[in-house]
């Protein structure tokens, strides 16, 4: 009989699932899952000629195929093999969430733990309810920490993520304006996130807080917790002491003090790293470990990376951009960058009712700190500004075209956008 039993019995005879037939491996079981512009059940057949072990439809129409379990809810099967799995594991999960830099503290956290224990991760931004259940499909009994970034663009995303991975720790970087339209404003996003905070409370695990952010530290007052920040009223607490490009810090726990000389950039990262030592600590990486592994980390996928090309040095920064992490990429670049500085700055999405004001705020700072070069791009910065000072282009497509023609030479650029703004197709010109 198919049931979900029987479907995780084949599971753990291969350990893959897959949502995408072309990239199947022989033996995963195929998840066809529906989306606002696709139909995986359109690629049943073709997901088992390519050597999928079993699919998983929605549609009765495969109800007498040998190889076909049919279920009324495709994405809620996935989510119930992936809890069935998670619930088989010994491995303890860290959850981390956040408005800006989850994605950067999953890496240093996971770079960290890996020293020491064997460490799963979320790969990429594989961080909703479809990306959760892929990375718990992946636990395996030798995983002894799991490292689960969780993402949300509206109430009670977080809630329901907790719910798949269980998490025995928790981790918010930060609360800041992001997807203000699908949250119902700051307040609605405070709430949203708060959501990690309360699962831990009422499952008695963990946290790790910043305590030298107010507002996490209020949020996390009365719960069990492990603090880091930049004074000493936390457990592990450090200091920013260089910052020319790289920076560096130096950080204290008990007794023992060290310095880390990073290949990060942007001020707004020293919180990251400070939860990457903390989380170290906590889990009793050796001290030099912590800084070997945080001294060898190398940004990638277009977060806070210096790319030096034969025409300028960039600032690549775009694979995601909100009023909180704009302004804090803006100030950093204006304390770093020379006479020579350019912006290049995409809209920052899903902001609703609040876009027109906080892509105002975002122009009046780039006055406020004296820029002279900028490129703006996207519809949301254009109906804000109506100068002849700066350049402006609707879509990233327009400002090739002009690039191709005159491209800047021998300028620092800060690169900042959305991700759907796809700043990244400009680097091939500077």
């Excluded at 009023?323 to 804090?328: I, Q």
């Excluded at 109506?386 to 191709?404: P, Q, T, Y």
Aim: with cysteine; charged share 20%; glycine share 8%.
């Amino acid at each position: 009989m198919k049931t979900l039993e029987t479907l995780y019995a084949l599971f753990l005879q291969h350990g893959k699932v897959s949502t995408d037939s072309r990239k199947l491996e022989k033996g995963a079981i195929f998840f066809a899952l529906r989306g606002d512009n696709f139909d995986g059940n359109q690629f049943v057949f073709q997901a088992i000629d390519n050597g999928a072990i079993a699919a998983v439809s929605d549609l009765s129409e495969f109800e007498d195929h040998p190889k076909v379990w049919v279920v009324d809810d495709t994405l809620k099967a996935l989510q119930q093999l992936a809890v069935m799995h998670r619930k088989s594991m010994s491995a303890k999960v860290i959850a981390i969430t956040g408005s800006n830099g989850k994605t950067t503290t999953k890496e240093l956290i996971a770079t960290v733990l890996s020293k020491k224990y064997k460490v799963l991760f979320t790969q990429g931004n594989l961080n909703n309810h479809i990306g959760v259940p892929l990375t718990l499909l992946k636990l395996t009994p030798d995983t002894e920490l799991a490292v689960i970034e969780m993402g949300a663009n509206h109430q009670g995303e977080i809630a329901a993520l907790c719910r798949l991975a269980m998490p025995h720790f928790g981790l918010i970087t930060n609360i800041g304006k992001a997807h203000l339209e699908g949250f119902g404003g700051f307040t609605g996003v405070i709430n949203a996130k708060s959501e990690l905070y309360a699962y831990i409370d009422d499952h008695g695990g963990q946290l790790f807080v910043n305590t030298s952010n107010e507002l996490l530290d209020q949020l996390s007052a009365n719960i069990k917790r492990f603090t880091y920040g930049y004074d000493n009223k936390a457990e592990v607490y450090g200091e920013l002491v260089a910052d020319d490009p790289y920076l560096a810090v130096v950080w204290e726990y008990h007794t023992h003090q060290a310095m880390i000389q990073t290949q990060i950039v942007g001020q707004y990262n020293f919180e990251n790293i400070m939860a990457a030592v903390a989380m170290g600590n906590y889990f009793e990486v050796e001290k030099d470990d912590i800084v070997e592994a945080l001294e060898k980390y190398i940004p990638a996928n277009h977060r806070s990376q210096i790319i030096e090309t034969e025409k300028n040095q960039l600032l690549m920064d775009a694979y995601n951009a909100n009023p909180t992490s704009m302004e804090a990429a803006l100030i950093n670049f204006s304390k770093r960058c020379g006479q020579r500085s350019m912006l290049i700055l995409g809209d920052m999405l899903e902001l609703g009712n609040d876009s027109e004001a906080e892509h105002a705020n975002i122009l009046k700072l780039v006055i406020d700190l004296g820029f002279k070069n900028v490129i703006l791009v996207g519809h949301e910065f254009g109906k804000v500004y109506s100068g002849d000072d700066w350049l402006h282009f609707n879509k990233v497509e327009e400002l090739i075209s002009r690039l191709e023609e005159d491209a800047p030479k021998g300028y620092d650029i800060l690169i900042k956008a959305s991700r759907g703004i796809r700043l990244e197709k400009l680097l091939p010109l500077l």
